[in-house]
């Protein structure tokens, strides 16, 4: 079947920020999202060079924080779970206050920019690497714009299950806190090699890291990357391993995100996923990343807290698309991907080198 997006819910978040007599708004995405992770969403709004790390380049398709296996889109639930959560010790604020169809709109907009972002890459590789200057729209759409498409659709089949999870007043805890110990230590689960021994950050290999959005800006010598990095709009930023005895966790403190961390890793980043991208075998087993969770809510204050409150977020499957996205898409208006992409007011991509 064709990929849909929702046509509604694009409209409320495209185009000039603006309202309506009865107090209808459009233009969310430049309202909220636009000063960091720029017009086209190549995360270099006008803010972002002055944050770290930087906003989300949105055209890559990629997406740290998710419950999804490795390969997979995030689901539905993880773009709404960010928008009102916020990311912790970041410049991304919680959405929280706003109503429940706004953000169902700006998590379909993302949706939409990864989408076109994709395409746009695949089509500049097409036309410069591959020589294809004939290119017909529909072989586009079809080879390239439906199955990224079909991967987003499919994004909440391939969230990854998680286990029971103990409360640090449960016996059972302290037991599986004191397995997880030498789990931390251990070559399966690498823990130690960027967060170092004691979970403070500063482990070996923690002195020079960078996401898959910085390493092409990053070469052999200085001189190289000079080069390679003034092809971009923002400057090469190295990324920092968590100080868990400390700092908020970006990914989020409670029990079933920080087995998702674990799990499915920080896709984009050297932190790894324990399991295979089957979303089941591994480096390791589902009870042994829980046993590593009950040792990192040791060493995390943050994470302490969120497990001694044990419930809301902390039995959230994350599976499915969220029911607040449930709710705003009251009156669906399906529109094709491949026809949607070039109709929206902020389709148009970005000015400056921000391809490389």
Known sequence: PEAELDAALLAVAAGPVGSDESGRMWGLYRKHCASCHGISGDGAGPSAAAL???????RWGLFKYTSTAGGAKPAADDLE?????????????????????????LAEYVRYLSIRGETERELISLVVDQDEL?????????????????QWRDAAHRVVAAPEFFSPADARWSEAARRGQPLYASSA????????????????????????????????TPEQTRQLASRFRLPLQAIRPRDLTREPLHGGAAPIDLY???????KGTPMPAALGADGKSGALRPDEIRDLVCYIQSLSPHARRAADNMGGRAGESGSGRSEAADRARTTPAPLSVSRSLAKLPDAAPSPGRTTP
């Open 52 to 58: 770290s790390p930087y906003p989300r380049d949105f």
């Open 134 to 150: 004939m290119i017909r729209p529909e072989d586009l759409a079809a080879d390239t714009v439906e199955p990224l498409a079909g």
């Open 81 to 105: 779970r960010t928008l009102q959560h916020g990311i912790a010790g970041t410049a991304m604020p919680s959405f929280a206050k706003l109503p429940a169809e706004h953000r169902a709109a």
């Open 189 to 220: 689960a690498q823990c130690a090699k960027c967060h170092g021994p004691h979970g403070r950050g500063d482990g070996e290999q923690a002195a020079d890291l960078y996401d898959d959005w910085n390493k092409s800006k990053k070469g052999i």
């Open 260 to 266: 998702w961390r674990v799990a499915v890793g920080i």
